[in-house]
């Protein structure tokens, strides 16, 4: 009986950088850095991945940067 929803660009924005932080990627800005937060090129074996095996960002929030597609509402 509850109803979800797909965040809109501005609030999956704000999760994705940890509250609003100026950070490139979903929990740092640092590329070498980038393989702990998110499932990309050089360790994702083209596939997809289990939710929250890579560290998440500054709000707790995983898989905020690759994996798949970010779907938002608008």
Not at 4 to 23: M, Q
Request: charge should be negative; glycine fraction near 10%; avoid cysteine.
């Amino acid at each position: 009986g509850k109803k979800y929803r797909l965040p809109t660009e501005a609030e999956w924005e704000y999760a994705a950088r940890s509250g609003g932080k100026e950070e490139k990627f979903a929990g740092t800005s640092k590329d070498e850095e980038l393989v702990e937060y998110a499932w990309i090129d050089k360790n994702s074996q083209e596939k997809t991945s289990e939710v929250g095996a890579r560290r998440p960002n500054g709000l707790g929030i995983h898989d905020l940067s690759g994996n798949v597609w970010e779907w938002v509402q608008d």
